[in-house]
Nanobody, 124 residues
Framework: QVQLVESGGGLVQTGGSLRLSCAASGDTFSYRAMGWFRQAPGKEREFVATISGSGGYTNYADSVKGRFTISRDNAKKMVYLQMNTLKPEDTAVYYC?????????????????WGQGTQVTVSS
């Protein structure tokens, strides 16, 4: 099984920045698209960002477009989410996830492996 471990969450003021990291195991990392999802208390799990296996294509939720950037380093088997201009509505547990195929995807059903999550709290 592939293991994904997120880190970098914390408490930040409105307008601040955080960078989340996801460390991946396994030998097929570069062939798998990756995604970030989030879930706030009482709400459904929500797509945030996705990146293709090669890193050449990305897609973002409208709510974070222009503020968040997803990236990956296949040599290090790492995925990142740079979050700028944070808002209170960004407060959630953020999850890193891996698809089986290399193409970007926005649906949770397309992701097979999930990390444990990291809490991001943005104060108003």
């Amino acid at each position: 099984q592939v293991q994904l471990v997120e880190s970098g969450g914390g408490l930040v003021q409105t307008g601040g920045s955080l960078r989340l990291s996801c460390a991946a195991s396994g030998d097929t990392f570069s062939y798998r698209a990756m995604g970030w999802f989030r879930q706030a208390p009482g709400k459904e799990r929500e797509f945030v960002a996705t990146i293709s296996g090669s890193g050449g294509y990305t897609n973002y939720a409208d709510s974070v477009k222009g503020r968040f950037t997803i990236s990956r380093d296949n040599a290090k088997k790492m995925v990142y989410l740079q979050m700028n201009t944070l808002k209170p509505e960004d407060t959630a547990v953020y999850y890193c996830a891996a698809k089986v195929t290399p193409s970007v995807g926005t649906n949770t059903m397309d992701y097979r492996n999930w990390g444990q999550g990291t809490q991001v709290t943005v104060s108003s």
